[in-house]
């Protein structure tokens, strides 16, 4: 569906009280057209209309004229530069931001998503931005071994079990 007609749909939808709908129909054109500021403006009009504010600045994090306290409340939900670049969405070079403000919030968050993550990142190749913790990982690695090795136990039993029945 063209661009314009989707934009009449998001409205219509907005007028209907359809809120949810238009969330969607907005989420599907900016990830279609990611480059597209308009776009993302809008979606955060949305969420406002929410009451979400750390999605307001998601979505307005790009603008100039941003409201400082959602863009505190995005950096605070997503409070590290993978998970910034994650949420951010683009795709593509830099240089295809419209305005030169919007290239140096770009350019800022994959600049501190390579000096986080020790390597050159970029757009098309965006981090996981899952959360890494040593001590939480090890734990979990050990949970799932000693859940393989309660769940081996248990089928070698059941098998011993039934062979000693079959010769019984």
């Known amino acids: 569906m063209p661009l314009r007609d989707t934009l009449a749909r998001v409205d219509a939808d907005l007028a209907a009280g359809r809120v949810p709908v238009a969330r969607q129909r907005l989420r599907g054109l900016v990830s279609s057209f ?13 969420y406002r209309l929410y009451g979400e504010p750390a999605e307001a600045g ?4 790009l603008e100039e004229d941003r409201d400082a306290a959602e863009t505190s409340a995005f950096e605070a939900r997503y409070d590290t530069a993978e998970l910034r670049m994650r949420a951010l969405a683009w795709r593509g070079a830099e240089s295809l931001a419209r305005t030169a403000f919007a290239r140096g919030q770009l350019e800022a968050v994959r600049v501190a998503c390579s000096e986080s993550t020790g390597r050159p990142v970029d757009w098309d190749t965006v981090p996981d931005g899952t959360r890494t913790d040593d001590e939480n990982s090890r734990f979990a690695d050990f949970l799932a071994g000693a859940g393989c090795l309660v769940a081996v136990v248990a089928f ?11 010769f019984d």
């Open 34 to 46: 990611p480059d597209d500021l308009t776009l993302r403006r809008r979606l955060a009009d949305v």
């Open 58 to 61: 998601r979505w307005m994090y």
């Open 156 to 166: 070698l039993a059941i098998w011993v079990n039934g062979l000693v029945a079959l």
